[in-house]
């Protein structure tokens, strides 16, 4: 992965090449020793990396034969949860549904009752929701579920006092 990338697991395999004219001697990441087998200017590496959830920052330090040491820090976020789906304003039905959902990778889709919702990102990061209800939708409990562009999934069900039934509806 780049620096900054978001990474949709909990662990991610870091591979690379470091380069020195007075040859690479030693090499540490995320503080544990690389076996550098032969000290040469070019020296590549692959190493597997556990991640925690959100900001994670992995240091690849290599040093010559002189002892001069330079060091890399490889910031990487790790997003491995739903979507945050928060339903603000009560829906007065049949009537259009609004919600706001957040995910740091991007919410790709959110689906009310197996209905797609309209989806309007806004400049902050959030997502506008809105997705109508029609009086058929009614019959069973409205459910939810939204997904990242990694595939991590939140599901619910609507909170029954976020629904008003219209006074005229039939």
């Known amino acids: 992965p780049a620096p900054g990338d978001t990474i949709g697991a909990g662990e991610v395999t870091l591979a690379g090449m470091v380069r020195d004219d007075a040859f690479i001697a030693a090499l ?6 690389f076996d550098v087998k032969v000290c040469a200017p070019e020296v590549s ?3 597997y990396i556990p991640l925690r959830p959100m900001q994670n920052s992995v240091r690849v330090e290599a040093t010559d034969l002189t002892g001069k040491t330079t060091s890399m820090d490889i910031p990487l976020v790790c997003d491995v949860d739903g979507p ?14 609004r919600a706001v959902a957040f995910d740091p990778a ?7 009752s197996g209905k797609e919702a309209a989806l309007s990102p806004a400049a902050d990061g959030t997502v506008a929701v809105s997705v ?6 009614l019959t069973a409990p409205l459910t939810f579920e939204c997904a990242d562009r990694f595939g991590n ?3 619910g069900t609507l909170p029954l006092d976020m629904l008003v039934l ?5």
């Open 84 to 97: 945050l789906v928060s339903f603000d304003t009560p829906l007065v039905a049949p009537g259009i549904l």
């Open 45 to 47: 590496f692959e190493k």
């Open 153 to 155: 999934v939140t599901r």
């Open 28 to 33: 540490t990441i995320d503080g544990e020793p």
């Open 106 to 112: 991007g919410v790709e889709a959110l689906r009310i």
């Open 132 to 137: 109508e209800i029609a009086r058929e939708d």
């Open 166 to 170: 219209n006074p005229h509806m039939p």
